[in-house]
């Protein structure tokens, strides 16, 4: 089995920064891709930030250029540093991964989710 386990939610001003990060630990052959997915109230859940493993990365366009993932391949870790927040930004953000369990069982995961609300 693989757990993820999130961190780093809370309260933040319009304009001000916050750092998610998600640690995966269990039965884990190797990480593919490590993602960042959000929902907003009343809306579908939307993918934000993407990295693989060789480093590259994808952002939606609503969070370009303000938001910055990066993950620490030796802890099993993504994190999501998210800067100039705006009150459209308040969601509850779930990390997801990729992982295979041995060399030929692949399996998706998901994180409990952690709330972020931008507001004055």
């Known amino acids: 089995q693989v757990q993820l386990v999130e961190s780093g939610g809370g309260l933040v001003q319009p304009g001000g920064s916050l750092r998610l990060s998600c640690a995966a630990s269990?039965?884990?052959?190797?990480?593919?891709?490590m993602n960042w997915y959000r929902q907003a109230p009343g809306k579908e859940r939307e993918l934000v930030a993407v990295?693989?493993?060789?480093?590259?990365?994808n952002y939606a366009d609503s969070v370009k250029g303000r938001f910055t993932i990066s993950r620490d391949n030796a802890k099993n870790t993504v994190y999501l540093q998210m800067n100039s927040l705006k009150p459209e930004d308040t969601a509850v953000y779930y990390c997801?991964?990729?992982?295979?369990?041995?060399?030929?069982?692949?399996?998706?995961?998901w994180g409990q989710g952690t709330l972020v609300t931008v507001s004055s």
């Open positions: 997801n991964v990729g992982v295979q369990t041995s060399i030929r069982e692949y399996r998706e995961v």
């Open positions: 269990g039965s884990i052959f190797r990480i593919n891709a």
């Open positions: 990295i693989i493993t060789g480093g590259d990365t």
